[in-house]
């Protein structure tokens, strides 16, 4: 079952690029523009209007290691070549394009890029057991302001919060700055395309 992410709109100030986007990837999957092999479906990628090239951002963020920045670049190479809607790969084809031999090297970076909002979840689909897992992400050229993620995904925290308990100690790190980072603008009431401090090891 294909559920939509809820718009938050006690957030005002959205760009209309970005309710456009979100929208659009739900009227795109409602209409049965997914794929399903029997196991999993599908993921769909869409770009914000401004990833045209490679972000220097991207290059100079301290905290995406060089996986991380190879899967970012893999997926905006998908967008570009795709000649209709593009999907996300599994993790095992991904990981062959981006050399990386272990599946969990390539969730986790993937992790790490939701974290930082280089990837944002702005679908969810229902699977057996009641789990929900992104069926649509938005990969954006620099990282989106919080309230931005927030517009999008309104479980982005609960996806931090989970990831302070990843397996993985650069992942919980990561999470816990995100975390930190999204109390400090509750707070402030400010919201900017600022990346996390870094480096995190």
């Not at 190479?77 to 599946?103: C, F, H, K």
């Not at 650069?170 to 870094?198: F, I, P």
Request: charged share 20%; net charge neutral; hydrophobic share 40%.
């Amino acid at each position: 079952m294909l559920t939509n992410i809820n718009m938050n709109e006690q957030i005002t100030d959205i760009r209309p690029a970005l309710r456009a986007l979100k929208e659009s990837s739900w009227a795109t999957l409602t209409q049965g523009k997914y794929h399903y092999n029997g196991t999993t479906h599908s993921v769909l990628l869409l770009p914000e209007s401004d990833c045209i090239e490679t972000p220097s951002a991207l290059l100079e963020d301290t905290v995406l290691k060089p996986v991380d920045k190879m899967i970012w670049l893999l997926l905006m190479m998908i967008v570009r070549q795709s000649s209709g809607d593009a999907y996300l790969p599994t993790l095992a084809e991904l990981g062959r394009m981006a050399n990386a031999t272990a599946p969990d090297t390539v969730w986790r970076a993937l992790s790490i890029l939701r974290c930082t909002r280089w990837l944002t979840a702005c679908q969810k689909m229902y699977y057996k057991g009641g789990l929900f897992k992104p069926s649509a992400y938005v990969l954006s050229a620099r990282p989106l302001p919080i309230s931005d993620a927030l517009f999008l995904d309104t479980e982005y925290k609960v996806f931090l919060e989970k990831s302070v308990g990843h397996s993985h100690a650069r992942v919980q790190k990561v999470a816990c700055e995100a975390l930190s980072q999204l109390s400090e603008e509750t707070v402030s009431g400010t919201s900017d395309h600022s990346t996390l401090a870094g480096p995190v090891i």
